[in-house]
């Protein structure tokens, strides 16, 4: 978070706040790219309204948050759900409820069919099962994601 505190202190004028403009190009130099909307929401939410309004450094870190890319113990969080038998591992039709949620997610109604959703489970299967036991946890898949910055399952291709 050192970079965090110091791209603050760069773009505050007083080292204590920073307004709304401020905060937005902290955070695009961090490699954001925050919607600008969303930056207003924000400051509205905490009912700084004047646009020479700051924010202190604690309300920065959260914004911030917002933005920042899930780390593996999030995602690892988000898959546990998908556990439905709790044991640790995203069995085939685990993943397939995975799938299968981030689809209605958009509201199309897919079927995925059993042919599909193996090929993707062997394909993160072989790249992601660190410990080689053949099974596919939530951390490892969680790590997978991330390390391949697929946070969107849908933008699996099981033909690469
Ligand atoms: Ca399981
Ligand atoms: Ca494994």
């Known amino acids: ?8 202190s760069i773009f505050s004028d007083d080292g204590e706040g920073v307004t709304r403009q401020q905060a937005y190009s902290a955070i695009c130099q961090l ?18 309204t004047d646009p020479e309004g700051t924010i202190t450094f604690e309300l920065f870190e959260e914004l911030y948050n917002q933005f920042a890319t899930p780390t593996v113990e999030d995602l690892e969080q988000a898959l546990k759900v ?15 409820n995975i799938l ?7 509201g199309i109604d897919v079927d995925l069919n059993e042919e599909y959703v193996e090929k993707i489970l062997n394909r993160i ?5 660190e ?8 951390k490892e ?5 991330i390390t391949n910055q697929v946070l969107d399952v849908d933008t699996l291709d099981p033909e690469c």
């Open 82 to 96: 998908f556990d439905t038998d709790d044991d640790g591992q995203i069995s085939v039709d685990e993943l397939k």
């Open 131 to 138: 410990n080689e036991d053949g099974l596919l946890s939530c």
């Open 100 to 106: 299968k949620s981030s689809h209605s997610v958009r």
């Open 1 to 8: 978070m050192g970079d965090l505190r110091e791209e603050f």
């Open 125 to 129: 299967l072989g790249e992601a099962d």
């Open 31 to 48: 490699n954001k790219n925050p919607p600008a909307v969303e930056i207003d929401n924000f400051f509205n939410e905490h009912d700084i």
């Open 141 to 145: 898949l969680a790590t997978y994601l």
